[in-house]
């Protein structure tokens, strides 16, 4: 796509963010339903009780595991999002990775769909569709935003023609269903997107619990 690029940091400013409390889980190992490649793989992840919209990965999630996100259908205003609290009330968050119906969005070029996951941290997998006249998907993202905020950069076209402030309003889109196939974790969204995750733990570290 042509054009220059540029950051929303009016998407954030749009609306009051409400107030966002991270789900408390206490902590356990996850059960592990098969090995792959070396690894433990879970499939236990959970849906946010106040929210039917938000999924954490499985709880005892530890440093250096692998999150696994690979997204198999994606309407093109759609965006998959991973994002993580970095204060313990969660009103400072980061977008750690996102997808558009293209695959992984930008800045950064991204060579895998695993992320490595960081000790205590909370992590929050969602999704926020945009709507812009045209058809035109935003190819990159701004890191830094409150919690279940998204906050897309691309050229001033798509940010002239995108509907910022109702998909600020709307907020994550809610999700439909979810089921457990082959070790994995599968989640459709409303609209029909279909989202399939995992947790990889190394063999050796379930072994040693």
């Known amino acids: 796509m042509s054009g220059h690029c540029r950051l929303l940091p009016g998407l954030l400013l749009i609306a009051t963010v409400p107030v966002w409390s991270p789900m408390r889980v206490a902590a356990m190992t996850p059960a592990f339903a098969a090995e792959h ?65 293209f695959g992984p969005m930008g800045p950064l070029p991204i060579l895998s769909n695993k992320v490595p996951l960081e000790a205590g941290a909370t992590y929050m997998i969602w999704m926020q569709s945009i709507s812009v006249k045209g058809g035109d998907t935003f190819p990159q993202f701004q890191r830094d935003s409150p919690p279940l905020v998204f906050a897309p950069a691309g050229p001033a076209k798509i940010v002239a023609a995108a509907d910022l402030k109702g998909a600020l309003k709307h907020g994550p889109t809610q999700i439909s269903r979810t089921s457990k196939e082959n070790g994995a974790f599968i989640v459709t969204f409303e609209g029909g997107s279909v989202v399939r995750m995992e947790l990889l733990k190394s063999a050796s570290d379930t072994t040693a619990r």
């Open 37 to 101: 490649a070396g690894y433990q793989i879970s499939n236990e992840f959970t849906l946010d009780p106040h929210r039917s919209s938000v999924i954490s990965p499985p709880a005892g999630a530890g440093a250096g595991d692998l999150l696994w996100i690979r997204p198999l259908r994606l309407n093109a205003d759609e965006y998959l999002v991973l994002q993580r609290c970095n204060s313990a009330d969660c009103a400072d968050a980061q977008v750690i990775r996102a997808w558009n119906a």
